[in-house]
C-alpha cells in the first residue's frame, strides 16, 4: 500500500518558478477560465493532455492565492484530487478536494477541509458513492514495518469519521463493499498469528480467521508487508526469510471479500534486512492501471538503501528492476506502460533507467515543480505547480496534465 507520509508547509509553494508568456501562465485581469484555455493551448502544443486547472479562488486577480495539489487519485477513469490552498494576504491555509472533476476549470474552495477532518496520512479511495474516504492510522510503525496501528474510516465528503475504529495494535484496514476488514500479521499482538479481521456491523465487534497460506514460525519468519486495494480485490504482499536474513522471499496473496487465492512465493532474493524488526527490508505495492491484477512491489533494502521492483503476473512473482538508488528520496513512484518514474522530494520528476534516476525533460513540464503523480491506462497524470502573472496579484495553480505513452 503506498502509504506515504505527507508533510506540506507554506515553503511549497514559495519554490515553485514563475511562468513566462510562452507557457500558458501569463495573463492580466483575465478570468480563471480565458487563463485555463491559454494553458490547453500551451500544453496541447507541447504533446501532453490537459486535464484542468486548480484554483484557490476562481476569478480572483485582486488577492495573492494558491493552489497546490498534493494528491491525485484516478478511478473508473475519473479524477479527483487533494489540494492545499492558501491565501496569503490573511495567512490563510486550507485543505480541500474535489472528486470526479469535470470541466477544465476546478476549485477545491467550495469542498476546503480542516486538517482535522482531512488526514493527509491517510490512504484514500473513492468508495461505490463517489465519495472521498481514506483509512487514516493513528500512529505509524512505518511504511510496511509490523503494519499501522489504531485505524479509522474517514468519509471526507460527509466530513465525518462515520466509520469503525480498529481496536486491533497493528495490521492494515480496509472496506470492500459494505463490510470492514483488517489484515495483521500477529506479531505480538492480536490473535499471534497471520490473521482477517472482519467488523460485524451489528455488534461493532471483530471476529478473526486465519490467513492460509500465510505461515510465521521460526523457520519460515516474516519480515514486513502493505497491501494495496485494486477495485474489489486486496493485495497482501509480505517479506520473509528462511532460517537466515540471507535466504529472503517476497510473497503475496490475495483477498476479494470472500476468498483468499493461493500464496505466491518468489525465492532468492538474497538478504533481507538487519536484526531487529525496524532494519527489515520494507515493501508496498502499486498500480498497475493496464492490468489492475498484476500490481507491482516495490521494496526497499535497508542495508544498501537502494529498491527494487518486483511484478506479479496473476501467477508468479518476477524480478523488473534492481538497485535502483534515489537519493535525493521521493514523493511517490507510478509505474506506466513499464517505466519506473518517480517523484522526488526535490519535487522534479525522473524515470528510472537501469539502476539510476534520470531527469524527465517533457517541454510541457519544463522547469516547473510536479507535486503529484497518479498512474493510469494511457499515461501518467501530472501535477504541475505553476505561477500565473496576474494583475493586480499574481496566483499559484495546479495544473494536471497526462503525459500520453510512448
Known amino acids: 500500500m503506498k502509504n506515504l507520509l505527507l508533510i506540506f508547509g507554506a515553503f511549497l509553494l514559495f519554490s515553485c518558478s514563475s511562468d513566462s508568456e510562452d507557457n500558458g501562465g501569463n495573463s492580466s485581469n483575465t478570468t480563471s477560465a480565458q487563463e485555463t484555455q491559454q494553458a490547453k493551448q500551451f500544453y496541447t502544443s507541447n504533446g501532453a493532455q490537459f486535464k484542468f486547472r486548480s484554483y484557490c479562488r476562481l476569478n480572483d486577480n485582486d488577492n495573492h492565492h494558491g493552489s497546490t495539489i498534493i494528491k491525485l487519485i484516478e478511478d473508473n477513469n475519473k479524477i479527483s484530487f487533494l489540494a492545499h490552498n492558501f ?3 490573511v495567512s490563510l491555509q486550507t485543505y480541500g478536494f474535489m472528486t470526479d472533476v469535470t470541466g477544465e476549470v476546478a476549485s477545491s474552495e467550495v469542498a476546503a477541509s480542516t486538517g482535522g477532518i482531512l488526514d493527509l496520512k491517510g490512504d484514500f479511495y473513492i468508495n461505490d458513492a463517489r465519495q472521498l474516504t481514506s483509512i487514516s492510522y493513528v500512529n505509524s510503525y512505518g511504511m510496511g514495518a509490523l503494519g499501522e496501528a489504531t485505524a479509522k474510516y474517514i468519509n471526507h465528503s460527509l466530513g465525518t469519521n462515520n466509520g469503525p475504529y480498529s481496536p486491533l495494535a497493528t495490521g492494515y484496514m480496509f472496506y470492500l463493499g459494505d463490510n470492514f476488514y483488517m489484515l495483521s500479521a500477529g506479531l505480538n ?25 500465510f505461515v510465521s ?4 519468519a516474516y519480515c514486513t508487508s502493505g497491501i494495496l486495494k485494486v477495485g474489489n480485490m486486496v493485495y497482501w504482499s509480505w517479506i520473509s526469510y528462511d532460517t537466515s536474513l540471507d535466504n529472503g522471499k517476497i510473497n503475496i496473496i490475495s483477498f476479494d471479500g470472500t476468498n483468499f487465492s493461493s500464496v505466491t512465493t518468489l525465492t532468492g532474493i538474497g538478504n533481507v534486512g538487519l536484526s531487529g524488526i525496524d532494519r527489515k527490508n520494507t515493501v508496498f505495492l502499486t498500480e498497475n492501471r493496464a492490468n489492475p491484477n498484476q500490481p507491482y512491489m516495490i521494496m526497499a533494502r535497508i542495508s544498501t538503501g537502494t529498491y527494487d521492483v518486483y511484478k506479479f503476473n496473476g501467477s508468479a512473482i518476477t ?3 534492481s538497485n535502483i538508488t534515489i537519493s535525493q528520496g521521493y514523493k511517490d513512484i507510478a509505474i506506466v506502460n513499464n517505466v519506473i518514474y518517480v517523484l522526488g522530494n526535490d519535487e522534479k520528476l525522473y524515470k528510472v533507467s537501469g539502476s539510476s534516476l534520470v531527469a524527465t525533460s517533457f517541454p510541457a513540464i519544463g522547469s516547473d515543480s510536479v507535486t503529484a503523480i497518479e498512474p493510469s ?7 504541475v505547480h505553476k505561477t ?17 505513452n510512448n
Do not use: H, M, R
Open 87 to 89: 491565501v496569503y494576504a
Open 189 to 213: 499482538s492480536n490473535s499471534g498469528a497471520p490473521s482477517l479481521y472482519s467488523l460485524n456491523n451489528s455488534t461493532s465487534t471483530w471476529t478473526s480467521q486465519p490467513v492460509p497460506g
Open 217 to 220: 514460525n521460526t523457520s519460515n
Open 319 to 321: 524480478s523488473f528492476a
Open 377 to 383: 491506462a494511457n499515461g501518467l497524470l501530472v501535477s
Open 388 to 404: 500565473i502573472n496576474s494583475t493586480p496579484q499574481e496566483k499559484d495553480v495546479s495544473d494536471v496534465i497526462l503525459i500520453p
